[in-house]
């Protein structure tokens, strides 16, 4: 068992808000790689982009849970270990654009 996680009730069917980072998108800034959050849907960009929105996003709502876009790997802010997210992985909107 990958570590232990014990926010399975923060981690929901969700829709993604937007095909790439929302505030990046909104700005025209650049991202790395995109991370869903599974509470709400929140889609914010990870720890190697300039903007870091995903981590933001966990300090600004306390919502733990991310999943990644590719492989589908989720993470938990609070218990810092990864799971298994690839029997439940978010349906995808569609192509997601690359910007770096
Ligand atoms: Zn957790
Ligand atoms: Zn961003
Ligand atoms: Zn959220």
């Known amino acids: 068992m990958p570590g232990t996680c014990i926010h399975e009730d923060a981690i929901r069917d969700v829709t993604p808000s937007a095909r790439g980072c929302e505030e990046c998108l909104k700005t025209g800034s650049v991202w ?26 966990f300090h600004a709502t306390g919502h733990p849970v ?11 802010y609070v218990d810092e270990v990864w799971l298994d997210l690839s029997d439940r992985a978010t349906p995808q909107l569609g192509p997601i654009p690359r910007y770096v």
């Open 32 to 57: 790395v790689h995109l991370r869903l959050c599974r509470t709400c849907g929140h889609v914010g960009c990870c720890d190697s982009s300039p903007n870091r929105h995903a981590t933001k996003h």
């Open 66 to 76: 991310i999943e990644g876009y590719d492989p589908p790997e989720g993470w938990c």
